[in-house]
């Protein structure tokens, strides 16, 4: 069954650092997000991204946070200059179009140190 | 008021028991519903998801949305030790933003 995969699994990265997450989505799907799991909390909406230009962002989604689709294939999150707090799961999903849920990848966990 | 609501559990039941897991939320505006697992360090995984009230049965799973009371439900009949995992409740007005519940963490015992 085609999947959504995530690199790294384990990204360690000094307070200050620029980071770049990077997502596969599903080959077909047209719709791309990224969410944030801190530990012990619920999954966070940050991002959703439709036809090379974002569609939704949240709060959290500052202007220390840019996504990309660089190619017919990846979909990036970049966080330009990393914070403590910063440290969560991160998770690519993706749809294939409207009345489709999203399909989530395993996460990136993201540790700032 | 917090959108979705979820008890966190942690909820044990022996194998072969039906689980019943529940969430509420609070925006009128949610008309799509869903239910993920996710497993330890792993990402949620689609079960389930249905629009608008009623039910929708997928082998040992059924899923339950009542509009009227805005109350989510998952039924997993003949429970196994291999469904000890969080269950996600989730909604969406459009399947765009997903709002999620904290989750419910399960423990089956074999």
């Known amino acids: 069954e085609p999947e959504v995969t995530q690199t790294p699994s384990h990204q360690v990265t000094q307070m200050g650092q620029e980071v770049i997450l990077r997502c596969v989505p599903i080959?077909?799907?047209?719709?791309f997000y990224w969410y944030r799991q801190i530990l012990g909390q619920k999954v966070e909406f940050l991002v959703s991204?439709?036809?090379?230009?974002?569609?939704?962002k949240s709060e959290i989604f500052d202007d220390q946070f840019s996504v990309e689709r660089p190619d017919g294939s990846n979909f990036t999150l970049k966080i330009r200059s990393t914070k403590l707090e910063d440290s969560a799961m991160y998770f690519c999903a993706s749809r294939i179009s409207n009345n489709q849920p999203q399909h989530f990848g395993d996460g990136t966990r993201l540790s700032i140190l | 008021q917090k959108e979705v609501e979820q008890d966190p559990g942690p909820l044990s039941v022996p194998e072969g028991a039906i689980v019943s897991l529940n969430c509420t939320y609070s925006?009128?505006?949610?008309?799509?519903f869903m239910w993920y697992r996710q497993y330890s360090r792993k990402g949620p995984e689609l079960l389930m998801y249905t629009y608008s009230s009623g039910n929708k049965e997928d082998g040992r799973f059924t899923a339950q949305v009542d509009k009227s009371s805005k109350y989510i439900s998952l039924f997993i009949r003949d429970s196994q030790p291999s469904d000890s995992a969080t269950y996600l409740c989730a909604t969406s007005t459009n399947y765009q933003k997903v709002t999620f519940g904290i989750g419910t963490k399960l423990q089956v015992i074999p």
């Open positions: 080959s077909n799907h047209l719709y």
């Open positions: 925006n009128s505006a949610f008309q799509y």
């Open positions: 991204f439709y036809n090379n230009e974002i569609s939704e």
